[in-house]
């Protein structure tokens, strides 16, 4: 394939004018005020989609210039990053990256060290993160995480409400979902379940792209100990779930790529719906674990010990869950078949392990600790209680823009309750300065550094005060003429005030995390001298691919 290549400063403001439309389409949504953004849906005769969701609105731009389209894939990237750490924060990492990028291009072409502009920024980042946790205040009270939620939210207090009422049932630690209801009112449901960090095996397995999951309603599920090396193993129980109309969820050690071909191909094409995951646990504790399962799934484990084999199991072996949900990187059941007396007697058996390992006082502390994180653990997946917010609306369109919407919330309120929060609206942020200001250094292209942050931990205030339709620069003088660290505007009702106090409230994690990668990435641009961009042949099918058409139906041409 031919390939485009530029150099230097022409590359790198090619690669900016492209990050400036990816940040003026989203900086628009900033704020409890922000503005919608409509989206016009690729198939015509499909109502397109209004949204103030910065997510929604950074993934649908695109662009025919390969070197600006290479500047918004970096950014979206950076902000992808963010956003799968916390959840939140893709709007704010967007435009402080935007703002950095622009300032430190301007100084390059002025003639500043390049290298003394990264260790200023860098200096001013640790030490405004610094600040920021010194200023963090705890959120675990239930008026905190209402107002977190309905500003994460776009002020919408019911979605806060409903957030405070799952939390305070699962915990600060504990899974609240959220799917799509059937009714136009929102409902919340608890059911037991389990929970892991172990991904799907294939991308490919995602049911909705949008949320990047792979979602099964009701499966089976299979437990098995050992590798799946032929797809011929799984033949026979895939024909049982298959005529039980069902779907299969399987949790296995490992699936050779001769075996996840076949599963892929019938779960692509709506054969049989099925996704492959690795257990949670290693070595001889995941035979353990996946006992657990079985308990808590009502099937059974297909074990080596126990001499099974794939090909014998049956549709009586496997366990049941109300609904499954994988991530890249989590899986998590809803429900289970099990029997209740036998899990209650499994939690019993293996919490007066942990206690007898508690009192004995043989072995290494470091693996006593790690035996009884193990315990705790297996007793959380038996035990623990996982809500479901179901999402209602009046039509289809307007459910899935609040289904994004909750979910930014519930990921708000998880990383507040994980690191605390900071008065929200920019004003956090915002006050990072005066830790800033006293930062210096004998090297002016590091001193402009430090000033580049310094402006910056600003521009979220800006965007936020310019979307409420007051003067960006009269509220950030009145707040920083505050000596009151929670003082600041709730840009709802435009009034000032102590932002604690009225429940204008920000992550830590959120605003720590676009900060950091905001700099990280403008760095990477300043530091770019060469762009390398893909010419595109003159084939119309180019880039069609066979799993894409069966997703799509779409002529590949059009």
């Not at 918004?72 to 704010?92: L, Q």
């Not at 500043?112 to 009270?141: F, H, I, W, Y």
């Not at 909750?406 to 309120?413: G, K, P, S, T, W």
């Amino acid at each position: 394939m031919a390939k485009d290549i530029r150099y230097g400063d022409a590359a790198r403001r090619r690669m900016l004018a492209g990050a400036n439309l990816l940040a003026d389409a989203v900086q628009v949504t900033l704020g409890p005020r922000g503005r919608n953004v409509v989206i016009q849906h690729r198939t015509s005769g499909i109502l397109p989609v209004v949204t103030k969701d910065g997510v929604t609105v950074a993934r649908s731009i695109a662009v025919d210039d390969r070197f600006e389209s290479a500047g918004i894939n970096m950014f979206k990237e950076m902000a992808g990053r963010v956003s799968k750490e916390c959840g939140d924060g893709t709007t704010t990492t967007i435009v402080l990256a935007r703002f950095i990028a622009r300032k430190v291009l301007r100084a390059m072409s002025s003639g500043l060290d390049p290298n003394g502009l990264r260790t200023g920024l860098e200096l001013a980042t640790q030490t405004a993160v610094e600040d920021l946790k010194r200023r963090a205040k705890s959120c675990a009270d239930e008026r905190s995480i209402v107002h977190i939620a309905a500003t994460a939210s776009n002020g919408d207090l019911s979605v806060g409400e409903l957030l405070a009422s799952a939390f305070k049932k699962v915990g600060p630690n504990g899974i609240v979902n959220v799917s799509l209801g059937n009714g136009t009112s929102d409902e919340i449901a608890f059911q037991e379940g389990a929970h892991w960090e172990q991904g799907w095996l294939s991308p490919y397995f995602m049911t909705d792209k949008t949320r990047r999951i792979a979602e099964l309603i009701n499966p089976y599920v299979l437990l098995y100990d050992r590798p799946i090396k032929q797809f011929d193993e799984l033949i026979p129980i895939l024909d049982q779930v298959r005529q039980a109309e069902g779907s299969l969820l399987i949790i296995a050690d490992d699936i050779e790529e001769a075996a996840l071909g076949g599963i892929l191909l019938n779960h692509i094409r709506c054969v049989l719906k099925a996704v492959a995951v690795k257990p949670p646990a290693y070595g001889d504790r995941r035979k353990e674990t996946l006992a657990d399962l079985a308990c808590l799934l009502g099937g059974r484990a297909i074990l080596e010990d126990n001499g099974d084999e794939l090909s014998h199991v049956k549709l009586a072996d496997l366990g049941r869950a109300n609904r499954a949900e994988v991530t890249e990187s989590e899986t998590t059941l809803f429900g289970g078949a099990g029997d209740a007396d036998k899990i209650a007697e499994r939690v019993h058996a293996l919490r007066f392990e942990a206690e007898r390992l508690q009192k004995n006082d043989r072995g290494s502390p470091t693996g006593k600790l790690h035996d009884l994180e193990e315990f705790d653990e297996r007793i959380g997946n038996l035990s623990s209680v996982t809500a479901t917010i179901h999402v209602g609306g009046g039509t289809e369109t307007e459910m899935k823009e609040r289904l994004q919407r909750v979910e930014n919330a519930r990921n708000a309120v998880a990383a507040a309750l994980a690191e605390g929060g900071l008065p929200g609206g920019g004003a956090g942020l915002l006050r990072c300065r005066k830790a800033l200001s006293g930062l210096s250094s004998t090297d002016i292209a590091v001193r402009h550094g430090i000033q580049i942050i310094a402006d910056a931990v600003g521009e979220p205030l800006r965007r936020i005060a310019d979307n409420s339709g007051k003067d960006a620069l009269a509220v950030a003088y009145e707040t920083l003429a505050s000596s009151d660290e929670g003082f600041g505007c709730d840009a709802r009702t435009g009034r000032f005030g102590d932002l604690f106090e009225a429940g204008v409230i920000d992550p830590l994690r959120v605003t720590r995390l676009a900060l950091q990668h905001a700099t990280i990435t403008a760095s990477t641009l300043m530091t770019t001298e060469c762009v390398v961009a893909n010419l595109p042949p003159d084939d119309p099918t180019f880039g069609y691919t066979g799993e894409w058409a069966a997703a799509t139906r779409e002529d590949p041409r059009l």
